[in-house]
């Protein structure tokens, strides 16, 4: 018999624990005991705050939807997301490799397949805007063929599953490289936009006096085989939330600015992006998307 004191309850935990089969879930477990009763103490949670916090988690549960996953969001906005991905990062990106991004909530697999030269916008209407490259490898050899998928907000801030009913798919694309891995896509420019803030999660950003707001950008997922599958996205940098996005998801590599009359343009007169992608070798280390299509993260029944 042990006594339960301040302390002595996380020895408890832990031991009661120890002899847990799955040598990485015994690991997890063990820390998050460990930070989460040291958390507890540093703050000297009382019984009402943690009823709020059991309130809050509830509320963030109940807000998941087949479309929408709250969870994945407050991961977002407390850095979480992002420092799981910059960890996955240094393990399987090679030096030269493209940085990678969030992923975020919007991403949706089976999007229209375009040709190159094609435009992702076949609903929405804005200012027109160009995104063109080559996809390479870290030694700079073309990856030919290699795949793009390409979503975002519309000119007004919105992802289609925001602006339209769940079956109407817009401002989203998947092309092919060409063979010397060279890309070419017509969009519309986006505009910084707010996250939901309409649930649990939303509360929480405005109690804490932050604006909610992504910079605009264009997600971005390259793929091809034998390479490690590439989620970035890139920044618009003279948008207003550029240093302060709420989901930490902006790199400085990311970060472009659309100008006419860039050398190699197919369409010179559009504001135009040149972005090369570069991809890293594939290892054994799967990859892994950090958040994913949310429909997929519901239990079913
Ligand atoms: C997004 O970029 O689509 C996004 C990422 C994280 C939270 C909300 C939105
Ligand atoms: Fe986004």
Request: charged share 20%; with cysteine.
């Amino acid at each position: 018999m042990q006594d339960l004191d301040v302390e002595g309850i996380t020895d408890a935990v832990i031991a009661q624990m120890a002899d847990t089969p799955d040598p990485r879930l015994r690991q997890i477990m063990e820390a998050a005991v460990r930070h989460l009763h040291a958390f507890a103490r540093e703050v000297d949670l009382t019984p009402d705050e943690w009823l709020k916090g059991i309130a809050f988690l509830t509320a963030v549960g109940q807000a998941c939807t087949p479309y929408r996953q709250e969870f994945i969001l407050l991961s977002d906005t407390i850095g979480l997301s992002r420092l799981v991905n910059v960890m996955h990062d240094a393990k399987g990106r090679e030096a030269a490799g493209t940085e990678t991004s969030l992923l975020g909530p919007f991403f949706r697999e089976g999007a229209p397949e375009i040709e190159l030269g094609g435009s992702i916008a076949r609903i929405a209407k804005g200012p027109e805007l160009a995104v063109f490259g080559q996809v390479t490898d870290v030694e700079g050899h073309a990856v030919p063929g290699a795949t793009i998928d390409i979503w975002q907000t519309d000119a007004d801030g919105q992802y289609d599953l925001q602006a339209n009913d769940p079956s109407v798919m817009d401002m989203r694309a998947r092309l092919h490289c060409d063979a010397q891995g060279r890309y070419h896509v017509r969009t519309l420019r986006p505009i910084g936009y707010s996250i939901p803030m309409d649930g649990p999660v939303g509360a929480l950003v405005r109690q804490q006096a932050r604006h909610g707001c992504r910079p605009a950008h264009i997600h971005i997922l390259v793929a091809a085989p034998g390479f490690r599958e590439l989620v970035t996205a890139l920044y618009l940098g003279d948008d207003q939330y550029i240093d302060s996005d709420t989901v930490f998801g902006v790199a400085r590599s990311l970060v472009v600015t659309p100008e006419t009359g860039l050398p190699g343009a197919p369409a010179p007169d559009v504001p135009s992006v040149r972005y090369d992608f570069t991809l890293s070798r594939a290892t054994d280390d799967a990859g892994g998307r950090v958040g994913s299509d949310p429909s997929k993260l519901v239990p079913a029944g």
